[in-house]
């Protein structure tokens, strides 16, 4: 293998490093909005923020890498808005601190659609 296609490789690996990276810390600042203005969401705390956005993106990873659809509210309209929904209320499965109802997950999935769509860049990985 070339000395380029080695660099090429090693740009690649660090570029998608830097999208999870940027996606994580997205979605815990998309969280940390949603949740201070959603009643009946509560997050106990910064690391069960941390591991909340986690989960969020390795479930929207998940839902978009089987399913092909963006679990986003404004990314796929109505699907991508129930997808939202439920990975927002799935959430409190697998993290401690992390609490919230159907209906704070349904007004939740809205704010966060909301912020993330205000938060400049792209999102794709």
Same mark, same amino acid.
Do not use: C, H
């Given at each position: 293998?070339?000395?380029?296609?080695?660099? $090429?490789?090693?740009?690649?690996?660090?570029?998608?490093?830097?999208?999870?990276?940027?996606?994580?810390?997205?979605?815990?600042?998309?969280?940390?909005?949603?949740?201070?203005? $959603?009643? #009946?969401?509560? !997050?106990?705390?910064?690391?069960?923020?941390?591991?909340?956005?986690?989960?969020?993106?390795?479930?929207?990873?998940?839902?978009?890498?089987?399913?092909?659809?963006?679990?986003?509210?404004?990314?796929?309209?109505?699907?991508?808005?129930?997808?939202?929904?439920?990975?927002?209320?799935?959430?409190?499965?697998?993290?401690? &601190?992390?609490?919230?109802?159907?209906?704070?997950? !349904?007004? &939740?999935?809205?704010?966060?659609?909301?912020?993330?769509?205000?938060?400049? #860049?792209?999102?794709?990985?």
């Amino acid at each position: 293998m070339s000395d380029n296609s080695q660099n $090429t490789n090693v740009q690649n690996g660090a570029s998608m490093a830097w999208q999870i990276i940027g996606r994580l810390i997205t979605a815990a600042v998309v969280l940390a909005v949603t949740a201070f203005f $959603t009643p #009946g969401f509560q !997050i106990s705390n910064f690391w069960t923020l941390a591991i909340a956005a986690v989960v969020l993106t390795v479930l929207d990873y998940l839902v978009s890498k089987f399913t092909g659809i963006q679990a986003s509210p404004f990314g796929k309209g109505f699907v991508g808005f129930v997808l939202s929904v439920v990975i927002l209320y799935v959430t409190q499965y697998f993290v401690a &601190g992390y609490s919230i109802s159907w209906m704070a997950a !349904i007004i &939740g999935a809205i704010i966060y659609g909301v912020v993330d769509y205000f938060i400049p #860049g792209e999102q794709k990985m």
